[in-house]
């Protein structure tokens, strides 16, 4: 029997109901927040993340065949379901769906905060939502190019991908700044979360890239340290505009992997890519620290 769904469809589908469960349920946080719902708010955002996980853990792999009758059609969706979980319980499978979630996760928890902290900030809220469906869009649509066909895509599909990365970066940055901010937490708790985010994210990316070695964690933690300690020091001084201090934050973050990558991927890294990585950062944190008022309150 010929698949339900057309397999060349089968993926425009399952991204394009992702897309709009992501745009729809962002805005419906959205608009619990600007109706004063906290506890509305709080449902919608678990029930909108529980429903993403299902999608990508379960129907993006499923292909189901056409049957004649009810029950044969609800044999063939419990058989596809637990066969679905038996591959991924299969060998390391379990780790390759843990990095699958990993960026879509970042993306729209940091797009749920942001858009706590903005409540009633229409043009920002909005901003957000867009920016987090299309980066949730292109992360589900390369889910699997990342991780096995990486090495042999086009050079423009893998600089989309590595923006939406860093997209997720500073989102996750700028969310986590204005979360400690609100809470009146200390820069201790801001270098601890920096710390996390940058560790789930450096690991995830040399696991997209295959390169797992006795090595990794030490350099993924001297990546954390590094931003994490550049984080307390933003922290301490920065009273002003969350957003920015985060950009400062992903710019160190961008350099350290990107030396990472040519120096233990791609094995190419030479003394000109080194000051290009060091001029990048330098020119970021030049236009960030002069366009700031130190004067205005944090926003």
Do not use: C
Not at 165 to 180: E, P
Not at 213 to 235: P, Q, S
């Amino acid at each position: 029997m010929k698949h339900v769904v057309h397999p060349k469809n089968h993926k425009l589908i399952i991204v394009a109901v992702a897309t709009l469960a992501s745009f729809f349920g962002l805005q419906a946080i959205s608009k619990s927040l600007e109706s004063y719902q906290l506890g509305h708010f709080l449902w919608i955002s678990l029930v909108g993340y529980a429903f993403l996980v299902f999608w990508q853990s379960v129907v993006f792999d499923l292909h189901l065949r056409p049957t004649k009758t009810l029950r044969a059609w609800k044999k063939t969706v419990i058989h596809g379901i637990r066969s679905r979980f038996a591959y991924l319980s299969a060998d390391n499978h379990g780790v390759h769906y843990y990095n699958f979630l990993v960026l879509p996760g970042i993306i729209y928890w940091s797009a749920v905060v942001l858009l706590f902290l903005n409540p009633f900030e229409t043009g920002i809220k909005q901003v957000v939502i867009l920016a987090s469906s299309a980066a949730l869009t292109i992360a589900y649509w390369y889910m699997k190019t990342v991780f096995y066909e990486h090495k042999n895509t086009h050079r423009n599909v893998r600089q989309i991908i590595f923006l939406t990365k860093l997209f997720a970066s500073h989102a996750s940055f700028t969310a986590v700044f204005g979360l400690v901010r609100y809470f009146g937490a200390g820069a201790i708790s801001f270098a601890m979360a920096v710390f996390a985010l940058t560790y789930v994210l450096i690991h995830q990316a040399f696991y997209q890239h295959h390169y797992i070695r006795h090595n990794t964690v030490k350099l993924i933690l001297i990546g954390g340290l590094v931003t994490a300690e550049f984080a307390a020091m933003i922290f301490s001084i920065w009273n002003v505009n969350y957003f920015s201090g985060a950009l400062a934050i992903s710019a160190v973050y961008n350099a350290i992997w990107g030396l990472m990558q040519h120096k233990f991927i791609e094995n190419n890294l030479r003394r000109e890519l080194i000051y290009e990585y060091f001029a990048v950062l330098f020119l970021i944190l030049v236009l960030v620290f002069s366009t700031t008022n130190f004067s205005e309150r944090i926003y």
